[in-house]
């Protein structure tokens, strides 16, 4: 069971596991597949699920005696945008490059092997599936996984990544040591890029923002492989570079942390 062993309030961690555990899938839930799945005991799991829906965080179908996210997920993870001081200063940013380049730009921050989208501002013309704010992705799949990793040493990777990455697509990059040296070459030039790493059709550059050591944060901007070529994603990965270095620097005269 996840977490099992660690310190805390037991009912607690539950309760933490649950939620999560509603978060990763876009099904309706049984109590029957939460026992099964996460192993609580019957009892507890009744009694978990009927309070988080006292609460609002859980919705239930009556007629199938299913559950899925409430609304108060969705608040307070709006909640935690509202109140990160880098998120307005991105956000503008992003305006500007989806300004000039046409194409869907990403602020995005690690959490972890993986990392999160915290904003994003898509293209008028978009095909593609493109990553919703909340949403999280294996930073090795991603260029923006790949510009935040690249802020680690090799050791840290190798501690910070599962054994075996798993393959979004059939490009995705599987071995480490290609990941390392695809980090390697990120640091070199400046930017990250991935072609249909993560999503069949797309291309992605992007490039970390310089306020925190190691960095955190990073934006990006996806193109679809038909309509751009390597020499528009290498343009795109030099303007990255350049608007997230000067942001790093706006944020530091902002005092922001």
Not at 26 to 52: E, K
Not at 59 to 83: F, H, K, P, Q, W
């Amino acid at each position: 069971m996840p977490g099992a062993g660690s310190g805390g309030v037991k009912s607690a961690r539950r309760t933490i596991e649950l939620i999560e555990a509603f978060a990763r899938t876009n099904v309706w839930l049984s109590p029957s597949d939460l026992h099964q799945h996460m192993g609580f005991p019957r009892s507890s799991l009744h009694a978990l699920l009927h309070t988080l829906l006292e609460a609002g965080w859980l919705e239930l179908d009556a007629a199938s005696n299913r559950y899925r996210l409430g609304v108060r997920a969705l608040i307070c993870g709006t909640a935690y945008l509202d109140r990160d001081p880098v998120v307005p200063y991105a956000t503008e940013e992003l305006e500007k490059i989806r300004g000039e380049t046409g194409w869907t730009t990403h602020f995005a921050r690690r959490n972890g092997a993986e990392v999160v989208y915290l904003e994003t501002r898509e293209a008028k013309r978009s095909t593609h599936l493109i990553s919703r704010v909340g949403r999280t992705l294996p930073a090795h799949a991603t260029a923006l996984g790949k510009a935040l990793l690249a802020e680690l040493t090799q050791e840290e990777m190798a501690q910070l990544l599962p054994p075996e990455l798993p393959a979004l697509t059939a490009h995705t990059i599987t071995d480490h040591e290609v990941l390392y040296e695809a980090c390697a070459l990120s640091r070199e030039r400046g930017y990250a890029a991935e072609v249909e790493e993560g999503t069949e059709g797309v291309r992605c550059v992007a490039a970390v923002i310089p306020y925190r050591i190691p960095g955190t944060d990073a934006i990006s901007c996806s193109m679809p492989t038909e309509q751009a070529t390597d020499a528009d994603a290498a343009r795109v990965g030099e303007l990255l570079a350049e608007t997230a270095d000067a942001l790093g620097r706006k944020l530091r005269r902002a005092g922001v942390r």
